[in-house]
């Protein structure tokens, strides 16, 4: 039930709390005795609601046609794993049952596309495929029913990218290429399960007639609308409302909220003429009493904007689905749709930046948490002020092993809104997003850029625009259209839901800022995630390969393995060296083998386990390393686990004509970054209530060429170590 604003006082509220307690605590229990299936594909759309839920025994990454050497080639554009053929030049390459989840290219370049799903070819294009040299002024894509809008949109929607969100699901293999190869730039985000992991559905092959439901079209329409439950005192969905005032630079209490709960609706609305003073003020939630606040973040950043100057007086500053600025009958409305859950108690805040604010209006809504403390996790918006970045140092905008009082948390990376100029400097965007989870040394995440990363293409041509989760609301087109300090502020938004990125233990999020870490400007940015201070991964053992006591220690025997041998290299970063000689990336010697026939080593595990993942780190200069992976489950009975396969190797080919309809070229380039590690997921059935493993590593080459008529390199399975890491429960806070 909606309960008024007060009329006795400005700043007293007045609010009704149910009594649900005892039926909140009956969901846990119910939510304790079994783990929900994990929303895949659509499902994460319908049931957006369960974005806080821990995603255990799933795994999220990012592909990208990135420059390997670090640097910018082509602004990170036509860099293939290999080319069939001149019009089939491959960018992603996967052998096991998976989800790709979302798929980024620059307007049209490189279409007609093949979606290759478990060995079928599908073609995908965009209407400027048939001339690329005329451009189309309303383009869409063909086949039209697979990728509908709002779903997917095109460069004409984005200002400059083709987005597709559409879930393209495999039961066995994918693979995406290319038919055209000039600006052939892209990124990809795909997601991979422990077999025998719950799903909210069977991952089936995709086709034509795959067509996304209306309902989650609908949803997506609905950015900028209210879309959490409505106020409802059966349900014990309960709003509260209020007036404030803020003077200098103190903490203003907004709300006091009593749990098990969950946040659902965090509004506030003041007048359009006091808009420039509020934008600098910080909005802070802390949950639970913990000794810090989980948000404490510039409010108009918060909400999708680095600013609340409205250049193009457009009604939705930021019209996203879980955050919108309105301008409304002389009013400026901020709405938060984030699920946040909290177990005791939120505490709500709003910290003035010096100026006095009258009438800020203020909502929250919460009901009933609905999930086991232990499936469930915080809401976290974590703030970055940086005016000088480090040259030849990736910006870290998030690092969960220093947030708060905890160094472990599990949970999920599920965007970020940032200020990328304060000087109205679009040049900047060439920095790669890398993301790092889970103590991995290689990115499981590696982006082509910043503008791409917020869904655009080619600096967004300097115009402004704004969708259900990408957006570049605000921001003149250059430094001379810009009228005052605010217009010069460039921001842009990246929200995740079916592409989000779980993780167990940790969290890094890195940005480039500029296309080699070398850009001056001052940026500002927020992580958005949902952890628990528990770990929902541990690593339980690692074999050093070509170390003689950790391979007799793990009983490891690999008859055709070669001797130990070093290496000295590198893993994928950025740049090694700045202009100038500085080495920001020193070169590291590890020992390693490699074998064209089978290996077997034993592991501990931890009986507990929900499934484990298995982490390698190789030597990336033997290409498309494959192999069968077995798990022994009675002496001499091996049962399969699935194939363990990286496509691709420190060689690419290069190929960006200068032409739209250019001729394939067939450049060799070869980075000096041979270190990389990799992961495969386990069958749960196969590693429940064991503590140790044998495991079998038999090599299957795949003896593919470059691109055709070039030589066929080296084959061989690579080994430096192998660790292993179970998937576990995480610990009531």
């Not at 380039?669 to 992961?679: K, V």
Request: net charge neutral; hydrophobic share 35%.
């Amino acid at each position: 039930m909606k309960t008024p604003l007060s009329k006795i006082a400005p700043d007293v509220v007045r609010s009704k709390l149910p009594c649900f307690l005892l039926i909140a605590a009956c969901g846990i229990c119910r939510a304790q005795q079994a783990q929900s299936p994990l929303p895949v594909g659509l499902d994460a759309y319908r049931q957006w609601d369960r974005w806080p839920e821990q995603r255990i025994g799933m795994r999220a990454y990012m592909r990208s046609t990135y420059d390997r050497a670090g640097g910018n080639e082509g602004v990170d554009a036509s860099h293939f794993l290999r080319q069939v053929s001149d019009t089939v030049n491959v960018t992603l390459d996967l052998q096991s049952p998976g989800l790709l989840v979302f798929s980024r290219y620059n307007h049209w370049h490189g279409s007609p596309w093949h979606f290759v799903v478990d060995g079928k070819d599908h073609i995908v294009a965009e209407t400027n495929t048939a001339d690329p040299n005329k451009r189309v002024a309303s383009s869409s894509f063909l086949p039209s029913a697979p990728f509908p809008s709002p779903l997917n949109e095109t460069w004409t929607t984005t200002r400059g990218a083709d987005l597709m969100w559409s879930p393209i699901a495999f039961e066995r293999s994918f693979q995406m290429a290319y038919g055209r190869t000039k600006y052939g730039t892209g990124y990809y985000i795909y997601d991979l399960f422990a077999p025998g992991a719950a799903l909210s559905h069977p991952l089936q092959s995709w086709n034509e007639h795959t067509v996304p439901t209306s309902d989650v079209l609908d949803l997506l329409r609905s950015a900028g609308a209210d879309i959490a439950p409505k106020p409802d005192a059966r349900r014990g969905v309960v709003e509260q409302t209020g007036i404030l005032t803020l003077f200098g630079t103190n903490a203003t209490p907004v709300a006091s909220l009593k749990g098990p709960s969950t946040l659902r609706v965090l509004t506030f609305s003041i007048p359009e003429d006091q808009a420039a003073a509020f934008e600098k003020v910080r909005l802070r939630a802390t949950w639970d009493g913990r000794s810090q606040p989980s948000i404490d973040v510039p409010v108009a950043l918060f909400y999708g904007a680095g600013t609340l100057y409205n250049r193009e007086k457009k009604e939705y500053l930021v019209k996203a689905l879980p955050v919108s600025i309105r301008f409304h009958k002389g009013r400026v409305e901020l709405a938060c749709y984030f699920p946040m859950p909290f177990f005791r108690s939120a505490r709500i805040e709003l910290v003035g930046a010096g100026e006095p604010i009258r009438d800020v209006r203020w909502t929250t809504r919460t009901m009933p948490l609905g999930t086991s403390p232990t499936r469930s996790s915080y809401f976290h918006a974590t703030y970055r002020d940086i005016p000088t970045p480090t040259p030849g140092e990736d910006m870290v905008l998030l690092d969960t092993r220093q947030a708060e009082d905890a160094s472990e948390w599990s949970g999920s990376f599920i965007g970020t809104s940032f200020i990328f100029s304060h000087a109205a400097n679009l040049t900047t965007l060439e920095g790669d997003p890398r993301f790092f989870f889970d103590d991995s040394q290689t990115p499981q995440a590696q982006g082509t850029g910043t503008e791409e990363w917020g869904g655009g293409g080619d600096y967004w041509g300097g115009e402004n625009m704004t969708l259900a989760l990408a957006g570049h609301p605000v921001g003149a087109k250059q430094p001379s259209s810009a009228v005052s300090d605010a217009d010069r502020i460039e921001s842009a938004y990246r929200f995740l839901l079916a592409d989000l990125f779980p993780f167990g233990k940790n969290a890094v999020i890195r940005l480039e800022h500029g296309g080699e870490n070398q850009a001056v400007e001052h940026y500002e940015t927020i992580a958005y995630w949902y952890g628990l201070p528990s770990p929902s991964i541990a690593q339980t053992d690692k074999i050093q390969i070509g170390d003689e006591a950790s391979e007799k220690a793990h009983a490891y025997n690999s008859p055709a393995a070669s001797a130990p041998y070093e290496i000295r290299s590198r893993f994928e970063l950025g740049p090694d060296t700045l202009r100038g000689g500085k080495v920001v990336y020193p070169a590291s010697t590890d020992t390693g083998r490699t074998t064209t026939g089978v290996s077997e080593f034993d592991l501990q595990l931890r009986k507990d386990n929900q499934g484990v993942l298995l982490r390698r780190k190789l030597d990336y200069s033997y290409p498309d390393q494959r192999a069968e992976v077995s798990i022994e489950t009675a002496p001499g009975r091996w049962s399969p686990a699935g194939v363990w396969y990286l496509a691709g190797s420190n060689t690419v080919v290069y190929s960006n004509p200068k032409e739209e309809l250019g001729a394939t070229e067939h450049t060799i380039r070869t980075s000096n970054r041979r270190f990389r590690e990799d992961e495969i997921l386990l069958p749960v059935e196969l590693t429940r209530g064991r503590d140790r493993i044998r495991v079998r590593v038999k090599f299957m080459p795949l003896n593919d060429p470059l691109f055709p008529g070039h030589p066929l390199a080296p084959q061989a399975w690579s080994e430096i170590n192998y660790t292993a890491w179970c998937f576990i429960t995480p610990k009531t806070p």
